[in-house]
C-alpha cells in the first residue's frame, strides 16, 4: 500500500475494514495468495453419504461477503498480479529443476544429473544499431550509458531502422524454433554417425524453453537442453551422447540454412528470410558451480523469473490494445510505439498472422514457456498436487479425511459473478500479499541457514 491515499481509495479501505464480515473477506484474499484481480464466484457444493444419502457438508457463498467467494485469478504476468505470478514462477522453477536433477516424487530419476545437458540462448538478428553498453568503451552515440538509461535499446537512426522486420521476426519466432529443433535431432545423428530413425531407437531429444524480450524489443529463446535415452530421462543416453557433441550440434543447428522461416513479399515489404543472431550462448549446466559453469538451481531461477514477464520492459502494455491513442495515454516509449505502429500496418498484408491482435506482445505469438513432452514433469501435475493437498485439508477441517473418497458423492454448482477489487479491497490486498511475501522469504532465509549449518556440521 501507498504511504498517502487519494481520498475516496481511503474512504472504500476504511468501509471495508470496518464491515462486520471484514475478517472472512481477509481470510478469503488471504488464500488467493493477496491475488490482485480475484475471480468471484456464487454458488454451492455439498457432500453427501452414497450409501445412506446422508449430508456430510453443505457450504454456500450466501453467508460470504458480498455473497461471493473469491478465488485466484492465476495470470503468470507479474505486472498484471505479483501473487499468482509468484506462484506460477515457483511452479516452472519445480518444471525446469526437476529437469536437471531429478524429483522423485514425479518419477523423475536422479541420474538425469548424468545425462549430458547445457543452457543455451539463441537470440533475434540485427534489425538496426541501436544503443547499448559495449563491455568496452562507449555507445555508437558516443555516450556510457547508464544501466538503466531508457535509451538502451532503442534505434540509433529510426528512420532506417527495420521496424517491420523486427515485429515479423517475433510474429515467427516460435516456427524458427521449431525448425532449430528438427535440425538439431539430424545434427546430432550425424554426429553420432547414424540416422534419424536410429537415433529415434537410442536417444531423445528433450528441451525447456522461456522467452524474453530484450529492450530493443526483440524476442529470444533461453532453453535447457538435453540428451535422454529412447524412453526419456528414466533411461540412459547412448555413450556417443557427451555434452561437446551436444554443444557443437546446438551451434550448426542454429547457423545451417535450413532453421530459417521466409515470409513472401507484400505490397511495399520485400521478401524476408529469418534466421536467428549470431550471438548464440551454449554453456554446460553443473550440479554444483565451479566458478565458470551454471549450476542447475541458478538455470531453475533464470528460466523462472523470465517465465511471469513478457513484452512489458519495453514500454508496451500487458494486455491487448483496442487502438493507437491508448499508446498516448498510457505513454508508451517512441521505439516501442513504432513497433507497435508495425503491427497496425502489416496486418492487412499478412492477414492469417494476427500482427494487430499481439501488437501488445510486438508481433510475438508463440508460447512464452514451454517444453518437450518427455523433458519433467508438467505445470498441471504441480497444480494438481497443489489441489490435493488443498482438498486434503479441506476434508480434515470437515471431518471427512477418515471417509474413503469413493463413498462421497460432491454436487456442486458455481457461476462466474465478475472480478477484482474496488480500490479499498486492492489497496488492502497488496498488504496481505507483501505480508505473505515477507513471511515466505523469513522462511527461505531460516532454511538456507539451517542447511549451511548442517553442511558445516558435517
Same mark, same amino acid.
Given at each position: 500500500?501507498? $504511504?498517502?491515499?487519494?481520498?475516496?481509495?481511503?474512504? $472504500?479501505?476504511?468501509?471495508?475494514?470496518?464491515?462486520?464480515?471484514?475478517?472472512?473477506?481477509?481470510?478469503?484474499?488471504?488464500?488467493?495468495?493477496?491475488?490482485?484481480?480475484?475471480?468471484?464466484?456464487?454458488?454451492?457444493?455439498?457432500?453427501?453419504?452414497?450409501?445412506?444419502?446422508?449430508?456430510?457438508?453443505?457450504?454456500?457463498?450466501?453467508?460470504?461477503?458480498?455473497?461471493?467467494?473469491?478465488?485466484?485469478?492465476?495470470?503468470?504476468?507479474?505486472?498484471?498480479?505479483?501473487?499468482?505470478?509468484?506462484?506460477?514462477?515457483?511452479?516452472?522453477?519445480? !518444471?525446469?529443476?526437476?529437469?536437471?536433477?531429478?524429483?522423485?516424487?514425479?518419477?523423475?530419476?536422479?541420474? #538425469?544429473?548424468?545425462?549430458?545437458? #547445457?543452457?543455451?540462448? !539463441?537470440?533475434?538478428?540485427?534489425?538496426?544499431?541501436?544503443?547499448?553498453?559495449?563491455?568496452?568503451?562507449a555507445c555508437r552515440c558516443g555516450t556510457h550509458h547508464a544501466a538503466d538509461a531508457p535509451q538502451l535499446g532503442t534505434a540509433l537512426d529510426p528512420a532506417t531502422y527495420d521496424y517491420a522486420g523486427a515485429v515479423l521476426f517475433n510474429n515467427h519466432a516460435g516456427q524458427l524454433w521449431q525448425r532449430f529443433t528438427n535440425r538439431l535431432r539430424r545434427e546430432i545423428a550425424a554426429r553420432a554417425g547414424i540416422t534419424q530413425r536410429e537415433l529415434k531407437e537410442c536417444a531423445r531429444l528433450s528441451y525447456g524453453k522461456v522467452a524474453e524480450f530484450q529492450k530493443r524489443g526483440a524476442v529470444h529463446f533461453h532453453a535447457v537442453i538435453r540428451i535422454d535415452g529412447p524412453d526419456g530421462p528414466e533411461t540412459a543416453p547412448p555413450s556417443w551422447a557427451t555434452v561437446d557433441l551436444l554443444a557443437d550440434a546446438i551451434r550448426a543447428a542454429a547457423a545451417h540454412s535450413y532453421t530459417s522461416v521466409s515470409v513472401p513479399a507484400a505490397e511495399d515489404q520485400p521478401a524476408r528470410t529469418f534466421r536467428w543472431g549470431t550471438q548464440l550462448d551454449v554453456r554446460?549446466?553443473?550440479?554444483?558451480?565451479?566458478?565458470?559453469?551454471?549450476?542447475?538451481?541458478?538455470?531453475?531461477?533464470?528460466?523462472?523469473?523470465?517465465?511471469?514477464?513478457?513484452?512489458?520492459?519495453?514500454?508496451?502494455? $500487458?494486455?491487448?490494445?483496442?487502438?493507437?491513442?491508448?499508446?498516448?495515454?498510457?505513454?508508451?516509449?517512441?521505439?516501442?510505439?513504432?513497433?507497435?505502429?508495425?503491427?497496425?500496418?502489416?496486418?492487412?498484408?499478412?492477414p492469417d498472422r494476427r500482427l494487430w491482435a499481439w501488437a501488445h506482445m510486438l508481433g510475438f505469438r508463440g508460447h512464452f514457456s514451454s517444453k518437450s513432452r518427455r523433458y519433467s514433469t508438467t505445470l498441471g501435475a504441480l497444480r494438481q498436487v497443489r489441489a490435493d493437498y488443498r482438498a486434503a485439508q479441506e476434508h480434515a477441517v470437515l471431518g471427512l479425511d477418515d471417509r474413503e473418497p469413493d463413498t462421497v458423492l460432491v454436487l456442486a454448482d458455481w457461476q462466474y459473478a465478475g472480478h477484482g477489487h474496488t480500490p479499498g479491497e486492492s489497496a488492502l490486498a497488496a498488504t496481505i500479499a507483501r505480508d505473505l511475501q515477507t513471511n515466505r522469504e523469513t522462511a527461505r532465509e531460516a532454511l538456507r541457514d539451517q542447511l549451511a549449518q548442517e553442511g558445516a556440521a558435517a
Open positions: 500500500m501507498s $504511504d498517502v491515499l487519494d481520498p475516496t481509495t481511503l474512504g $472504500d479501505l476504511l468501509r471495508v475494514a470496518s464491515a462486520s464480515d471484514y475478517d472472512r473477506w481477509h481470510e478469503q484474499i488471504r488464500r488467493t495468495g493477496g491475488c490482485a484481480d480475484p475471480i468471484h464466484l456464487t454458488g454451492w457444493s455439498l457432500h453427501k453419504d452414497k450409501t445412506t444419502g446422508e449430508t456430510l457438508h453443505h457450504y454456500s457463498t450466501a453467508n460470504e461477503p458480498g455473497g461471493r467467494l473469491r478465488v485466484a485469478c492465476g495470470n503468470r504476468r507479474a505486472s498484471r498480479c505479483p501473487s499468482c505470478a509468484w506462484t506460477y514462477a515457483g511452479d516452472t522453477y519445480h !518444471l525446469i529443476r526437476a529437469g536437471l536433477a531429478g524429483d522423485d516424487r514425479r518419477d523423475i530419476p536422479a541420474t #538425469v544429473r548424468d545425462h549430458p545437458r #547445457v543452457f543455451a540462448t !539463441l537470440t533475434a538478428p540485427s534489425f538496426g544499431p541501436v544503443h547499448n553498453r559495449p563491455d568496452r568503451g554446460p549446466v553443473k550440479a554444483f558451480g565451479d566458478g565458470s559453469d551454471i549450476t542447475e538451481q541458478a538455470v531453475a531461477s533464470y528460466v523462472a523469473k523470465y517465465a511471469t514477464k513478457a513484452a512489458e520492459n519495453t514500454g508496451t502494455l $500487458d494486455r491487448r490494445i483496442g487502438e493507437l491513442a491508448e499508446l498516448d495515454r498510457h505513454g508508451v516509449p517512441d521505439h516501442t510505439r513504432r513497433l507497435i505502429e508495425a503491427c497496425k500496418q502489416l496486418d492487412p498484408l499478412y
